[in-house]
């Protein structure tokens, strides 16, 4: 089948698209950069990316679509973003409608609760917009879902592996019930065709749990004793700024996710497993599951490389483009001999656990301050040890443009900055000799921008020689 995918290069959409590829089916999918999605070699034939913007009007699609996947939710820290989403699935559908597109399939979010937080009430509108579309819909909802990668495992995790004692406010013991990534993307693949035509169906593991008990088992896999105190009182701001302090995640994402863990997340209708004879994973599965990824280094994907997970705006090319006028700069050339891929590695390694080559101490200062003015810090990381693709989150960057074929790795920071930055790395060859250039780019907003930049000047004539010698140093050592 043709198919067509709105978020690939999200959480799920990374990991459907490549279930479906070897499937046998061709995929269209919808990206706003090039390059952003990876597809196996000897799947190429089986894959077109297709570059747009749901918040513009979508390029002509292909005619021939048999399925069209929504995977997008914005999670933007943003007053209008529920009107955001209305515009973006509004673009899907009229673009869906010019095909001969036979569903449509949207993942959503259990709704089974009086009190919904704004942004369930936001997905059931989306959901609302794709039936009144004509084309035959399939929905979805799913609460909270595991994997290595996901927001809900990668905040567990972070909690039980910081915290020996936990001061947790009444939602922790709200139910719900998990589902693995495993069993969503099986699900997604299953309920293609007619016989789940106009249906929706809630989707969630074997275990009714509250997120106490969640807390409680991912413990017990990883050997760790593990107390939790319940005080009622905490309020949900108190609650979000709790999330915000330990995890790594941004604080409207924790405002998020508290606002929907005020509710439970339990599924009321079973008839998918009628349909269906799959067994689930247990909640226990599923982190096990999810750890066994992590230690053989085969995450797929990660919340955090989600662009909506990060406030980045949605025009990702215009960032691509380095601007000139109007900026500061700091650049430095490294020459070496040597074979250039092995310095290349070292670029494609930078940042998470490798560090910043040198100068760890005074990033680490950077990523506090980061954090205390409400940004993500150094803590997000990056999925991938070794590879980087453009839309990945490698601590508080964001990456552009990753071109081993041109050896340029250029990011843009997602930092609290009083104006705009980017980093770019790029090697040049000139026969046996070869130069490192490194240049940091600065674009600030008004006079305080400015004396941002040259507050921190002293702290750069240290940071930046360091860190290209010192990926050289390590490339050849």
């Given at each position: 089948m043709d198919i067509f995918i709105a978020g690939t290069t999200g959480y799920i959409g990374k990991r459907l698209m490549p279930y479906l590829l070897e499937k046998g089916h061709h995929i269209f999918a919808l990206s706003r950069g090039a390059g952003r999605t990876e597809v196996p070699p000897h799947q190429v034939n089986n894959f077109t990316e297709i570059q747009g913007d749901l918040l513009e009007c979508l390029p002509p699609l292909p005619n021939n679509i048999d399925i069209a996947y929504y995977l997008v939710h914005s999670m933007k820290d943003s007053s209008d973003f529920a009107e955001l989403e209305a515009k973006a699935a509004t673009n899907f559908v009229t673009a869906l409608k010019k095909t001969k597109a036979k569903q449509i399939i949207f993942m959503s979010g259990i709704a089974n609760e009086q009190n919904m937080s704004v942004h369930i009430q936001s997905r059931l509108h989306v959901e609302e917009l794709f039936k009144k579309s004509g084309i035959p819909t399939t929905i979805l909802r799913a609460g909270i879902v595991i994997g290595s990668g996901s927001a809900s495992f990668e905040i567990i995790r972070d909690l039980v592996e910081k915290l020996p004692i936990m001061v947790a406010p009444k939602w922790v013991l709200n139910r719900c019930q998990p589902i693995a990534i495993y069993d969503v993307i099986y699900y997604l693949s299953a309920v293609s065709g007619p016989k789940c035509y106009n249906q929706t169906f809630d989707i969630g593991g074997p275990d009714i749990l509250t997120y106490r008990d969640m807390l409680l088992i991912l413990a017990k896999v990883r050997g760790l004793k593990r107390w939790i105190i319940n005080i009622p009182f905490l309020s949900p701001r108190l609650s979000s700024y709790w999330l915000y302090l330990v995890t790594a995640t941004n604080f409207f994402l924790a405002r998020t996710l508290v606002d929907n863990l005020a509710n439970n997340f339990i599924c009321k209708d079973q008839r998918i497993q009628e349909i269906f004879s799959h067994k689930c994973l247990s909640y226990q599965e599923s982190i096990e599951r999810a750890f066994e990824k992590i230690a053989e280094n085969t995450v797929v994907s990660g919340w955090r490389d989600a662009l909506s997970a990060s406030g980045f705006k949605p025009d990702f090319n215009h960032y691509m483009q380095v601007p000139k006028e109007g900026c500061l700069f700091d650049h430095h050339s490294f020459k070496f001999t040597g074979d250039p891929q092995k310095v290349l590695e070292r670029i494609w390694s930078i940042g998470?656990?490798?560090?910043?080559?040198?100068?760890?101490?005074?990033?680490?200062?950077?990523?506090?301050?980061?954090?205390?003015?409400?940004?993500?810090?150094?803590?997000?990381?990056?999925?991938?040890?070794?590879?980087?693709?453009?839309?990945?989150?490698?601590?508080?960057?964001?990456?552009?443009?990753?071109?081993?074929?041109?050896?340029?790795?250029?990011?843009?920071?997602?930092?609290?900055?009083?104006?705009?930055?980017?980093?770019?790395?790029?090697?040049?060859?000139?026969?046996?000799?070869?130069?490192?250039?490194?240049?940091?780019?600065?674009?600030?907003?008004?006079?305080?921008?400015?004396?941002?930049?040259?507050?921190?000047?002293?702290?750069?004539?240290?940071?930046?020689?360091?860190?290209?010698k010192n990926m050289i140093k390590r490339a050849f050592s």
């Amino acid at each position: 089948m043709d198919i067509f995918i709105a978020g690939t290069t999200g959480y799920i959409g990374k990991r459907l698209m490549p279930y479906l590829l070897e499937k046998g089916h061709h995929i269209f999918a919808l990206s706003r950069g090039a390059g952003r999605t990876e597809v196996p070699p000897h799947q190429v034939n089986n894959f077109t990316e297709i570059q747009g913007d749901l918040l513009e009007c979508l390029p002509p699609l292909p005619n021939n679509i048999d399925i069209a996947y929504y995977l997008v939710h914005s999670m933007k820290d943003s007053s209008d973003f529920a009107e955001l989403e209305a515009k973006a699935a509004t673009n899907f559908v009229t673009a869906l409608k010019k095909t001969k597109a036979k569903q449509i399939i949207f993942m959503s979010g259990i709704a089974n609760e009086q009190n919904m937080s704004v942004h369930i009430q936001s997905r059931l509108h989306v959901e609302e917009l794709f039936k009144k579309s004509g084309i035959p819909t399939t929905i979805l909802r799913a609460g909270i879902v595991i994997g290595s990668g996901s927001a809900s495992f990668e905040i567990i995790r972070d909690l039980v592996e910081k915290l020996p004692i936990m001061v947790a406010p009444k939602w922790v013991l709200n139910r719900c019930q998990p589902i693995a990534i495993y069993d969503v993307i099986y699900y997604l693949s299953a309920v293609s065709g007619p016989k789940c035509y106009n249906q929706t169906f809630d989707i969630g593991g074997p275990d009714i749990l509250t997120y106490r008990d969640m807390l409680l088992i991912l413990a017990k896999v990883r050997g760790l004793k593990r107390w939790i105190i319940n005080i009622p009182f905490l309020s949900p701001r108190l609650s979000s700024y709790w999330l915000y302090l330990v995890t790594a995640t941004n604080f409207f994402l924790a405002r998020t996710l508290v606002d929907n863990l005020a509710n439970n997340f339990i599924c009321k209708d079973q008839r998918i497993q009628e349909i269906f004879s799959h067994k689930c994973l247990s909640y226990q599965e599923s982190i096990e599951r999810a750890f066994e990824k992590i230690a053989e280094n085969t995450v797929v994907s990660g919340w955090r490389d989600a662009l909506s997970a990060s406030g980045f705006k949605p025009d990702f090319n215009h960032y691509m483009q380095v601007p000139k006028e109007g900026c500061l700069f700091d650049h430095h050339s490294f020459k070496f001999t040597g074979d250039p891929q092995k310095v290349l590695e070292r670029i494609w390694s930078i940042g998470g656990k490798t560090g910043w080559y040198g100068t760890d101490p005074l990033w680490n200062i950077r990523g506090l301050i980061d954090r205390a003015l409400g940004g993500s810090g150094l803590r997000r990381g990056r999925t991938r040890t070794n590879q980087i693709l453009p839309g990945d989150a490698i601590d508080f960057w964001r990456v552009l443009v990753a071109d081993k074929s041109k050896q340029r790795l250029l990011l843009y920071a997602e930092m609290k900055l009083p104006g705009e930055a980017w980093l770019e790395f790029r090697i040049e060859s000139y026969g046996n000799n070869h130069e490192l250039h490194q240049t940091a780019t600065f674009r600030p907003k008004g006079v305080f921008g400015r004396l941002y930049w040259y507050i921190l000047l002293p702290f750069h004539k240290i940071i930046f020689p360091q860190m290209g010698k010192n990926m050289i140093k390590r490339a050849f050592s």
